[in-house]
């Protein structure tokens, strides 16, 4: 079945880059989420990227889309303590799949 | 103005008691889903309508119910609750049927504490 995978936990220095990454199962997926989850909040989509693209900036994200190796990534360059929450990749192939989350920490 | 709204944002209750919880979606969406985040934040879909329609259902108890009046409401309704219910629950809404193409986007959450 299809499956997302992700490291849990990653922390970075204020001010310093971050790169979260995700591998994913299904091939069919066309499309590619980001989702950040605040402390005691929401699920807020952040970006996506289509399928056939391989990367996507919008401000201070970075998407970047490995399709053949099926790796998706997503860099938050100057990272701010307000960033810290936890990342979720998902895809929609035949199902929208959530991968485990990655909870960012960043250090003063 | 919010896109998806859920009530209550807390519920606490004891076990065996039962509950709903209400989802509205106001992006004239086709499907709406409750998903449920366990302590260790995993999401899992439980359940997905398309147009009042199941489409997916989960391996969950069928002490879960969904309900859905019309295309922008999905309400879960509980029964006889459990310790192992405790969890966040999210409902969320996609312009179609899901899948490929279809973002999803979510509520703010339901905390339910089973006592």
């Known amino acids: 079945g299809e499956d997302v995978e992700q490291s849990l936990f990653l922390s970075v220095r204020e001010g310093d880059s971050s790169v979260i990454n995700c591998t994913y199962t299904?091939?069919?997926?066309?499309?590619l989420y980001w989702y950040k989850q605040e402390p005691g909040a929401g699920l807020q989509l952040l970006t996506y990227?289509?399928?056939?693209?391989d990367m996507k900036q919008d401000q201070r994200l970075t998407v970047l889309l490995n399709k053949k190796d099926k790796h998706l990534s997503l860099r938050i360059a100057d990272t701010q303590t307000g960033d810290s929450a936890i990342y979720f990749c998902?895809?929609?192939?035949?199902?929208?799949?959530f991968g485990p989350g990655t909870r960012l920490s960043v250090l003063p | 103005d919010t896109a998806v709204s859920q009530t209550p944002k807390y519920l606490v209750t004891q076990m065996g008691n039962d509950k709903s919880i209400k989802c509205e979606q106001n992006?004239?969406?086709?499907?709406m889903y409750w998903y449920k985040q366990d302590s260790k934040k995993f999401l899992k879909i439980m359940f997905s309508y398309n147009n009042k329609e199941l489409i997916i259902n989960e391996t969950v108890p069928n002490r879960f119910s969904p309900k859905s009046p019309d295309k922008a409401h999905l309400n879960l309704h509980i029964n006889s609750l459990e310790l192992g219910d405790s969890a966040v629950y999210f409902c969320a809404s996609s312009q179609f049927r899901g899948g490929q193409s279809d973002t999803q986007y979510f509520g703010p959450g339901t905390r339910l504490t089973v006592l």
């Open positions: 998902a895809e929609s192939g035949q199902n929208f799949v």
């Open positions: 299904d091939s069919s997926s066309t499309y």
């Open positions: 992006l004239g969406h086709d499907t």
């Open positions: 990227i289509f399928s056939n693209m």
